[in-house]
Nanobody, 121 residues
Framework: VQLQASGGGLVQVGGSLSLSCVVSGVPFSSYGMGWFRQAPGKEREFLSAISWSGGTTHYADSVKGRFTISRDNAKNTAYLQMNSLEPEDTAVYYC???????????????WGQGTMVTVSS
């Protein structure tokens, strides 16, 4: 299983970024997908999850209303659209397979290398 996250970069406060996660080695449409992040000196934090069909999504309170998760099963790709970025959003962002439903999701791994997002003030 390989997961390749991309799309990170440097953005100013209030700006937007769109992250992508391409998955290979497994039947992508069989799994929920999730986004997590880890800031320097902090634990990895759940951000958002989407069910295998895309019909169910869930967000952490810290990003609700600002971030949008989506997926394209034909392209084996999950996305995270991030708007109204704040300095506190600075972190390495990771995608991974997840299991769960509703508001309870757990990472299945693997994690991949992640993509760095830096929000400057």
């Amino acid at each position: 299983v390989q997961l390749q996250a991309s799309g990170g970069g440097l953005v100013q406060v209030g700006g937007s970024l769109s992250l992508s996660c391409v998955v290979s080695g497994v039947p992508f449409s069989s799994y929920g997908m999730g986004w997590f992040r880890q800031a320097p000196g902090k634990e990895r934090e759940f951000l958002s999850a989407i069910s295998w069909s895309g019909g169910t999504t869930h967000y952490a309170d810290s990003v609700k209303g600002r971030f949008t998760i989506s997926r394209d099963n034909a392209k084996n790709t999950a996305y995270l659209q991030m708007n109204s970025l704040e300095p506190e959003d600075t972190a390495v962002y990771y995608c991974t397979r997840v299991s769960g439903y509703g508001s309870s999701w757990s990472p299945l791994g693997p994690w991949g290398q992640g993509t760095m997002v830096t929000v400057s003030s």
